[in-house]
């Protein structure tokens, strides 16, 4: 009963939420009537909570209640407070495209001599232009998750990259979002496409402006990795000590493609990231890995369902979490091999290192498995540092904490280390050591 | 790897049209009127003359059911349940007061002689043959409660457990003669309104067994119990309640089977047992309801909830399941570690064939200081079937040094079945340590290169090992009253899959 009514009030209160929204949603032709479908699908299901087995340690509903009114346009002043921001968080020699509060900045973005090699367009000039109103229908689309239909009802903006045929940009693409208000939403949505042959690593970096607090942040990225293609997916979130972050992606690979996702969460209050990757051309290959680095009050959430739909594809997995604190992490990954997915190759390993009493940790690595002739393997664990080793470094000098460190940074090494680029590595591991050193 | 073909065959010989059980006794029998209702819970408890209490107890948990939805969660798929198209209750129509065992009807005895379970207080069962060189065994005895639909028919050596202390009984009749334990721990472990199966089990069980053993006992023989379906649109509803006193140790096992019918049957018990300090239970179970034919008609639904509880320190709570049966199994036998040092174990096989849909597993909650659990299982998944496992390990704020170590393993045969693996690992304390494992790649290297530097080959070697590791696991579980886990012993797990 008390569930009905709850339902009843998630969808009454986004009704005139998504009304009040829609004259500033960018859309033309059949654009409308895609947000008011997908809007009736978040409507009539509600913000996530536990009973949904997806959602089952992430209740959106007891964690976050509502959603926010969508961000205003960001002014100058806004502007120049996420431009000092982001600058913080630039990945070297990588170009830079930056959306304020679910808005693309050109102002802020620069491109540099990439210009001729990639195709980016924002996703407010695709949805408005009637000419690429096919290609609407295609970033706007949804899957049974309340939060992706909520994304197409109100993303504002986004980018829409294509990469031709056989092209290989050697520059990391960074997508910096900044947040600068304060208890406001935003709603953004990339697509990427990589043609047959094309190599391309994309950054999405998370982060807020001084002074932005207890925001809502909910993006959606969808890439397609055509044959042979090579894509490496990075997403750092670094949000504001009291905002929520709900990140997407929707990812789908062909014929000996290579795919490298990783995904840091490092701060906020609420984060969850969730990748759908579908493997989906016989012989590729999927390496998924990430670290959630937990303290304070914030629950960080990662959860990849990867799909394996056809025979001779690999996927390997290697997520690690240091909860300190109050902190949660909480881990969901589910492996799907499909009747016709035989030879697949999959594994995947959840480890969480918990480091105070009130610490936890959720793991749910999960196998559904449809095919005879596969190997595939999982394996979870959680558990304090060990004492002994911590034991073996002092006895060689090492002070206390410095053990506890050296050994904190080998557990996340071992997920860290998968990232191919070294920049990227790089980068990873002075966030990562930061993080570390902040705690101490 | 695909399984190699002695595994393929001996599962073949537990497929669902080999199922040797599934004869009908001719008897006449006594049912309530179709239907649930207030009236049904009542005909229930009056039928078994039991204290208003009890009548209370059974209706508030019928109020609460009507309020209660059923679960959508687990991984089996099957068509809505008319609840008001079941016989609550049927039992065998007694000819007489019966004062010895020859005086139960004919046919039954015949039933459970065609079973191989001896209501006649003989100590070996048919076809079991005592191990080559080992003892003969003149005083392994085992005592049997016998339910037969909604009733017990017979329980065997109650005067010389009653010697022990031990009390052994239909529960029916315990909810008679030992009021203060019942009332003290029924519904404690599973409370009435645990979930919907337990919920309506509470409100319409008709028998099951009790067992009772005092503080430092360690109890004579096996106990057992063996469930018969055979009333045709007749659920079964039983409930088994089993109480280690301090200091003491049991082993209980537990046998079902069903006649082969083409409508589902529905078969929803409650399994509570309390171990208090120092004790031990070892509770078994050899599940083998008519699956469905091989085109999955028919079947029986087999939603049962079974829980310990470690309730005294230093105690014990051990489950063994070999699943064959059941067209929908939906069972989680779980336990919670209250007492510090207390532990917890779960050995699991399951085979599934035909049409036939598993999701089981166990929970283990950790709630006491240095608690520890473990859990094996194995699954094997053939024909169309589809096998969950499905776990929970969990360790509380208060769990200070709580272990768990979980290692569970599938094996598919054929590519139109399914095998899941479905666990969740929850830490709530940082002193706890959990490990969770699903593959059988993860044999030691050291045992492999030995088993070579003997010249066996690395398939032979693999083989060695897996199988020794199953068999650790069948061990558990007391052979005489198995049969038919027996042709399950050697079967080999090569090539699963996590």
Known sequence: MTQVLAKADAGCATSNFLASALERLPGAGLVPHIRARAFEAYARAGLPHRRMEAWRYTDLRALIGEVLPLAPRPDAAALARAKASARRVAVDQAVKLVLVDGIFAPELSDLGELKNELHVQSLREVLENSATGAMAGLVLSTTDDAVIALNAAMASDGLVISIAEGNTIRRPIQIVQVATGSSVSAFTRSYLQLDKGAHATVVQSFISAEGASGYQANDVLIALAGDEASLSHLRIAADAADAVNISSGIIAVG???????????????????????????????????????????????????????????TSRQKFRAVVDDCGRSVFQGRIVVRPVAQKTVASLSTRALLLSDQAAADNKPELEISADDVTCSHGATSGALDNNLVFYLRARGLSEMDAQMLLIKAFIGESIEEIFADNLRDFVTAQAEHWLQERL | MVAVQETVERVRRIDVDQYRYGFETQIESDKAPKGLSEDTVRFISAKKNEPAWMLEWRLEAYRRWLTMTEPTWARVDYPKIDYQDIYYYAAPKPKKTLSSIDEIDPEILKTYEKLGIPLREVAILEGVEPPPGGPQTPNRKIAVDAVFDSVSVATTFQKELKAAGVIFMPISEAIREHPELVQKYLGTVVPTSDNYFATLNSAVFSDGSFVYVPPGVRCPMELSTYFRINERNTGQFERTLIIADKGSYISYLEGCTAPQRDENQLHAAVVELVTLDDAEIKYSTVQNWYPGNSEGKGGIYNFVTKRGDCRGKNSKISWTQVETGSAITWKYPSCILRGDNSSGEFYSIVISNGFQQVDSGTKMIHLGKNTSSRIISKGIAAGKSQNTYRGLVSAHRKATGARNYTACDSLLIGDKCGAHTVPYVEAKNSSATFEHEATTSKISEDVLFYCLQRGLSEQQAIGLVVNGFAKDVLQKLPMEFAVEAQKLISISLEGSVG
């Open chain 1, 255 to 313: 014929t000996r493609a290579k795919l490298d996702l990783f995904s840091m969460t490092c701060s906020g209050s609420i984060n969850r990231y969730q990748g759908f990757v579908t493997l989906g051309g016989e012989g590729s290959k999927l390496s998924a890995n990430g670290v959630n680095l937990v303290k304070d009050k914030l629950h960080a959430d990662t959860t990849i369902v990867v799909d394996h739909a056809v025979p001779h594809c």
